[in-house]
């Protein structure tokens, strides 16, 4: 810290833009995910919960249930959770970020963020919030599934050796 002080550096903590932005990158996603995963992300900083929830594992909620929403959309509505993401970008992601994930961390953002989606990110834009009302995600708002399957969790943990 000595060292910071007399350089005069800073330290700032990774945000959730930032994990997400890296997470995309690792994903090679495609147009459609990218920006419902940045809408997801964009609307959680609304629930002052949210704030304290590790930044990492915001993005990386953000970004399953854009996968998710986005491939429902274009696969038959018989598809399964797990054919959803073996069909997309989620599993480079999955492998690099979720190594250290568990279920009792997992669950209450998984939750919370779907609550967000199907139910306050209504609220929010009634109040005419811009950042939620955005017209970059105006489309990808609209393709969201009115229900996110509690299973889909699980692709947030990685199997144990």
């Known amino acids: 810290s000595v060292v910071f002080q007399r350089l005069q550096a800073r330290l700032h903590r ?19 995910v990218r920006n419902l995963a940045q809408y997801i ?35 038959p509505s018989q598809t399964s959770c797990r054919e959803c993401m073996e069909t997309s970008c989620w599993n480079q992601v999955r492998t690099a970020t979720c190594w250290s ?7 209450p953002i998984f939750t919370r963020m779907c609550h967000l989606l199907t139910t306050e990110r209504f609220r929010l834009e009634a109040q005419g919030l811009t950042a939620v009302v955005d017209q970059r995600y105006s489309a990808v708002a609209r393709s969201l599934p009115t229900r996110f399957p509690s299973e889909l969790a699980n692709e947030l943990l990685l199997p144990s050796l």
């Open 101 to 107: 994930n568990s279920k009792e961390t997992v669950m």
């Open 41 to 75: 992300n964009t609307l959680s900083l609304y629930d002052p919960n949210m704030q304290d929830q590790p930044a990492a594992l915001r993005a990386q909620v953000s970004l399953l249930l854009a996968v998710y929403a986005a491939s429902r959309n274009s696969l």
């Open 14 to 32: 990774p945000t959730a833009a930032w994990f997400l932005h890296s997470s995309l990158a690792v994903g090679e996603c495609d147009t459609q």
